[in-house]
Protein backbone atom coordinates (compact mmCIF):
# COMPACT_ATOMS: atom_id res chain seq x y z
CA UNK A 1 0.00 0.00 0.00
CA UNK A 2 1.41 3.38 -1.27
CA UNK A 3 5.01 3.44 0.23
CA UNK A 4 4.00 1.68 3.37
CA UNK A 5 4.59 -1.55 4.53
CA UNK A 6 1.19 -2.52 6.03
CA UNK A 7 2.77 -5.16 8.65
CA UNK A 8 5.18 -2.10 9.87
CA UNK A 9 2.63 0.21 10.63
CA UNK A 10 2.23 1.57 14.22
CA UNK A 11 -1.15 1.00 16.17
CA UNK A 12 -0.86 3.74 18.12
CA UNK A 13 0.94 7.36 16.92
CA UNK A 14 0.82 9.92 19.46
CA UNK A 15 1.40 13.81 18.09
CA UNK A 16 2.83 16.35 20.04
CA UNK A 17 1.84 19.27 17.89
CA UNK A 18 4.64 21.67 18.59
CA UNK A 19 5.84 24.75 16.40
CA UNK A 20 2.95 26.99 15.41
CA UNK A 21 4.04 30.34 16.78
CA UNK A 22 6.95 29.77 14.86
CA UNK A 23 5.34 29.35 11.96
CA UNK A 24 3.59 32.27 12.01
CA UNK A 25 6.51 34.70 13.83
CA UNK A 26 8.48 33.51 10.64
CA UNK A 27 6.24 34.78 8.28
CA UNK A 28 5.77 38.06 10.48
CA UNK A 29 2.08 37.20 11.47
CA UNK A 30 0.19 36.51 14.54
CA UNK A 31 0.90 33.60 16.10
CA UNK A 32 -2.76 32.77 16.41
CA UNK A 33 -2.57 32.74 12.32
CA UNK A 34 0.30 29.89 12.73
CA UNK A 35 -3.08 27.63 14.69
CA UNK A 36 -4.87 27.92 12.54
CA UNK A 37 -2.73 27.01 9.78
CA UNK A 38 -2.01 24.08 12.23
CA UNK A 39 -5.50 23.52 11.93
CA UNK A 40 -5.20 21.93 8.05
CA UNK A 41 -2.43 19.50 9.37
CA UNK A 42 -4.52 18.05 11.56
CA UNK A 43 -7.37 17.67 9.26
CA UNK A 44 -4.50 15.89 7.25
CA UNK A 45 -3.07 13.82 9.53
CA UNK A 46 -6.42 12.58 10.41
CA UNK A 47 -7.61 11.87 7.12
CA UNK A 48 -3.94 10.26 6.37
CA UNK A 49 -4.12 7.91 9.43
CA UNK A 50 -7.71 6.79 8.45
CA UNK A 51 -6.77 6.00 4.89
CA UNK A 52 -3.77 3.70 6.00
CA UNK A 53 -5.40 2.20 8.64
CA UNK A 54 -3.94 3.01 11.35
CA UNK A 55 -6.78 2.68 14.68
CA UNK A 56 -5.50 4.43 17.13
CA UNK A 57 -4.22 8.90 16.83
CA UNK A 58 -3.25 11.08 20.04
CA UNK A 59 -2.89 14.49 18.92
CA UNK A 60 -1.81 16.91 22.05
CA UNK A 61 -3.30 20.19 21.27
CA UNK A 62 -3.68 21.94 24.86
CA UNK A 63 -1.64 21.48 27.74
CA UNK A 64 -2.37 21.91 31.30
CA UNK A 65 0.92 24.40 31.35
CA UNK A 66 -0.23 26.11 28.29
CA UNK A 67 -3.07 27.69 30.57
CA UNK A 68 0.40 30.36 31.53
CA UNK A 69 -0.01 32.13 27.89
CA UNK A 70 -1.38 34.94 27.73
CA UNK A 71 -5.30 35.19 28.03
CA UNK A 72 -5.59 36.27 24.92
CA UNK A 73 -4.05 33.88 22.72
CA UNK A 74 -5.52 31.18 25.31
CA UNK A 75 -8.63 32.29 24.59
CA UNK A 76 -8.48 32.45 20.89
CA UNK A 77 -7.29 28.92 20.95
CA UNK A 78 -10.41 28.18 22.47
CA UNK A 79 -12.78 29.28 20.63
CA UNK A 80 -10.75 27.80 17.53
CA UNK A 81 -10.96 24.48 19.17
CA UNK A 82 -14.88 25.19 19.83
CA UNK A 83 -14.93 26.18 15.46
CA UNK A 84 -13.03 23.34 14.94
CA UNK A 85 -15.60 20.49 16.54
CA UNK A 86 -18.12 22.34 14.32
CA UNK A 87 -16.72 22.20 11.15
CA UNK A 88 -15.47 18.79 11.38
CA UNK A 89 -18.07 16.59 13.12
CA UNK A 90 -19.25 15.82 9.08
CA UNK A 91 -15.93 14.22 8.64
CA UNK A 92 -15.89 12.16 11.98
CA UNK A 93 -19.45 11.00 10.98
CA UNK A 94 -18.43 10.33 7.49
CA UNK A 95 -15.16 8.18 7.93
CA UNK A 96 -16.62 6.21 11.21
CA UNK A 97 -14.39 8.23 13.65
CA UNK A 98 -14.13 8.19 17.22
CA UNK A 99 -13.57 11.55 18.75
CA UNK A 100 -12.37 11.42 22.33
CA UNK A 101 -10.80 13.60 24.91
CA UNK A 102 -8.19 12.72 27.60
CA UNK A 103 -7.84 15.90 30.11
CA UNK A 104 -9.18 17.99 32.37
CA UNK A 105 -11.97 19.27 29.98
CA UNK A 106 -13.81 20.35 33.49
CA UNK A 107 -11.06 23.47 33.36
CA UNK A 108 -13.14 25.04 30.30
CA UNK A 109 -16.34 26.74 29.84
CA UNK A 110 -19.26 24.89 29.88
CA UNK A 111 -20.28 25.67 26.34
CA UNK A 112 -17.20 24.08 24.97
CA UNK A 113 -17.30 21.08 27.30
CA UNK A 114 -21.16 20.92 26.19
CA UNK A 115 -19.85 20.74 23.32
CA UNK A 116 -16.88 18.42 23.67
CA UNK A 117 -19.68 15.59 25.00
CA UNK A 118 -21.62 16.37 22.30
CA UNK A 119 -18.94 15.36 19.44
CA UNK A 120 -18.20 12.47 22.00
CA UNK A 121 -21.56 10.75 21.94
CA UNK A 122 -22.56 11.17 18.49
CA UNK A 123 -19.25 9.13 17.55
CA UNK A 124 -19.42 7.03 20.18
CA UNK A 125 -19.94 4.03 18.09
CA UNK A 126 -17.67 4.65 15.26
CA UNK A 127 -14.69 1.88 15.11
CA UNK A 128 -12.25 2.40 12.83
CA UNK A 129 -9.96 4.97 13.74
CA UNK A 130 -10.05 6.49 17.97
CA UNK A 131 -9.08 10.35 17.66
CA UNK A 132 -7.53 11.14 20.98
CA UNK A 133 -7.30 14.81 21.90
CA UNK A 134 -5.34 15.86 25.12
CA UNK A 135 -7.14 18.91 26.16
CA UNK A 136 -5.66 20.74 29.17
CA UNK A 137 -3.37 17.63 29.97
CA UNK A 138 -1.34 16.97 32.34
CA UNK A 139 1.00 13.32 32.42
CA UNK A 140 1.45 13.90 35.87
CA UNK A 141 -1.66 15.06 36.88
CA UNK A 142 -3.48 12.37 35.30
CA UNK A 143 -1.04 9.72 37.31
CA UNK A 144 -2.35 11.41 40.39
CA UNK A 145 -5.71 11.45 38.93
CA UNK A 146 -5.12 7.59 38.70
CA UNK A 147 -3.72 6.96 41.97
CA UNK A 148 -6.08 8.92 43.73
CA UNK A 149 -9.04 6.68 42.14
CA UNK A 150 -7.57 3.32 42.55
CA UNK A 151 -6.97 4.30 46.33
CA UNK A 152 -10.69 4.73 46.38
CA UNK A 153 -11.39 1.78 44.81
CA UNK A 154 -9.44 -0.11 47.42
CA UNK A 155 -10.84 0.90 49.83
CA UNK A 156 -14.44 0.08 48.68
CA UNK A 157 -12.85 -3.62 48.51
CA UNK A 158 -12.74 -3.07 44.36
CA UNK A 159 -9.10 -3.03 43.91
CA UNK A 160 -7.42 -5.80 45.63
CA UNK A 161 -4.29 -6.15 44.08
CA UNK A 162 -2.18 -3.37 42.36
CA UNK A 163 -0.24 -4.18 39.20
CA UNK A 164 0.88 -2.20 35.91
CA UNK A 165 -2.07 -3.53 34.18
CA UNK A 166 -4.31 -2.49 36.62
CA UNK A 167 -3.29 0.50 37.05
CA UNK A 168 -3.04 1.61 33.63
CA UNK A 169 -7.26 1.20 33.47
CA UNK A 170 -7.49 4.26 35.76
CA UNK A 171 -5.42 6.74 33.23
CA UNK A 172 -7.59 8.89 31.12
CA UNK A 173 -6.17 6.37 28.25
CA UNK A 174 -7.73 3.14 29.99
CA UNK A 175 -8.18 0.55 27.49
CA UNK A 176 -6.69 2.00 25.09
CA UNK A 177 -2.91 0.69 24.17
CA UNK A 178 0.18 2.19 24.32
CA UNK A 179 1.75 5.01 21.64
CA UNK A 180 4.08 2.55 19.75
CA UNK A 181 5.12 5.90 17.85
CA UNK A 182 5.65 9.30 19.59
CA UNK A 183 6.26 12.15 16.93
CA UNK A 184 7.29 15.89 18.14
CA UNK A 185 7.45 18.47 15.48
CA UNK A 186 9.17 21.70 15.19
CA UNK A 187 12.65 20.34 16.85
CA UNK A 188 12.37 20.76 20.50
CA UNK A 189 13.77 17.40 22.05
CA UNK A 190 11.31 17.14 25.24
CA UNK A 191 8.34 15.48 26.11
CA UNK A 192 6.50 18.28 27.62
CA UNK A 193 4.27 16.43 29.83
CA UNK A 194 2.80 13.91 27.54
CA UNK A 195 1.19 10.64 28.02
CA UNK A 196 4.54 9.82 30.89
CA UNK A 197 3.36 6.29 31.66
CA UNK A 198 2.11 5.00 28.35
CA UNK A 199 5.21 6.28 26.37
CA UNK A 200 7.51 3.91 28.27
CA UNK A 201 8.48 2.14 24.82
CA UNK A 202 7.24 4.12 22.97
CA UNK A 203 9.44 4.47 19.26
CA UNK A 204 10.57 8.56 19.55
CA UNK A 205 10.72 10.52 16.61
CA UNK A 206 11.34 14.17 16.53
CA UNK A 207 11.25 16.64 13.03
CA UNK A 208 12.55 20.12 12.35
CA UNK A 209 9.38 20.62 10.21
CA UNK A 210 6.67 22.80 12.25
CA UNK A 211 3.20 21.80 12.34
CA UNK A 212 1.67 23.40 9.98
CA UNK A 213 4.49 22.26 7.53
CA UNK A 214 3.70 18.85 8.95
CA UNK A 215 1.30 17.14 6.22
CA UNK A 216 1.30 13.78 4.56
CA UNK A 217 5.11 13.62 3.15
CA UNK A 218 6.50 14.43 6.13
CA UNK A 219 3.81 12.17 8.36
CA UNK A 220 5.04 9.14 5.75
CA UNK A 221 8.60 9.99 6.48
CA UNK A 222 8.15 9.63 10.14
CA UNK A 223 5.91 5.96 9.53
CA UNK A 224 8.95 4.44 7.49
CA UNK A 225 11.27 5.44 9.55
CA UNK A 226 9.42 3.54 12.42
CA UNK A 227 9.32 0.64 9.91
CA UNK A 228 12.71 0.35 10.59
CA UNK A 229 13.07 0.60 14.32
CA UNK A 230 14.50 -2.05 15.75
CA UNK A 231 12.20 -2.88 18.99
CA UNK A 232 13.51 -4.48 21.76
CA UNK A 233 11.51 -4.12 25.02
CA UNK A 234 14.31 -4.54 27.22
CA UNK A 235 14.99 -7.73 25.15
CA UNK A 236 17.91 -9.20 23.02
CA UNK A 237 17.92 -8.33 18.76
CA UNK A 238 17.23 -11.54 17.23
CA UNK A 239 19.81 -13.04 15.48
C1 LIG B 1 1.81 24.27 19.44
O1 LIG B 1 2.41 25.39 18.91
C2 LIG B 1 0.36 24.49 19.75
C3 LIG B 1 0.06 24.63 21.18
C4 LIG B 1 0.88 24.41 22.16
C5 LIG B 1 -1.29 25.06 21.52
P1 LIG B 1 3.05 26.50 19.84
O2 LIG B 1 2.03 27.54 20.11
O3 LIG B 1 3.68 25.91 21.04
O4 LIG B 1 4.16 27.09 18.86
P2 LIG B 1 5.65 27.51 19.23
O5 LIG B 1 6.26 26.36 19.96
O6 LIG B 1 5.56 28.73 20.07
O7 LIG B 1 6.29 27.75 17.91
C1 LIG C 1 3.56 21.08 24.07
O1 LIG C 1 4.01 22.20 23.40
C2 LIG C 1 2.07 21.13 24.23
C3 LIG C 1 1.32 20.99 22.98
C4 LIG C 1 1.80 20.74 21.79
C5 LIG C 1 -0.10 21.14 23.13
P1 LIG C 1 4.53 23.49 24.18
O2 LIG C 1 4.97 24.46 23.16
O3 LIG C 1 3.51 23.93 25.15
O4 LIG C 1 5.74 22.88 25.00
P2 LIG C 1 7.09 23.54 25.51
O5 LIG C 1 6.70 24.76 26.28
O6 LIG C 1 7.91 23.86 24.32
O7 LIG C 1 7.71 22.48 26.36
MG1 LIG D 1 5.54 25.23 21.47
Redesign the pocket.
Known sequence: MEVLETGKLPNHVAI???GNGRWARQRGLPRIEGHIKGLDSVREIITVTRRIGIPYLTL????K??WSRPKDEVQRLLELLGLYLEKELPLMMENDIRFNVIGRTSDFPKRLVRQLNDVMTKTKRHRSLLLNI?LSYSGRQEILDAVKAIIKDVKLGKVKRIDEKRFSTYLYTGGIPDPDLLIRTSG?M?V?N?LLWQIAYSEIYITPVLWPDFREEAYFEALREYAIRDRRFGGLKEV
Do not use: L
Request: net charge negative; no cysteine.
Open positions: IMDYAFSENAERSF
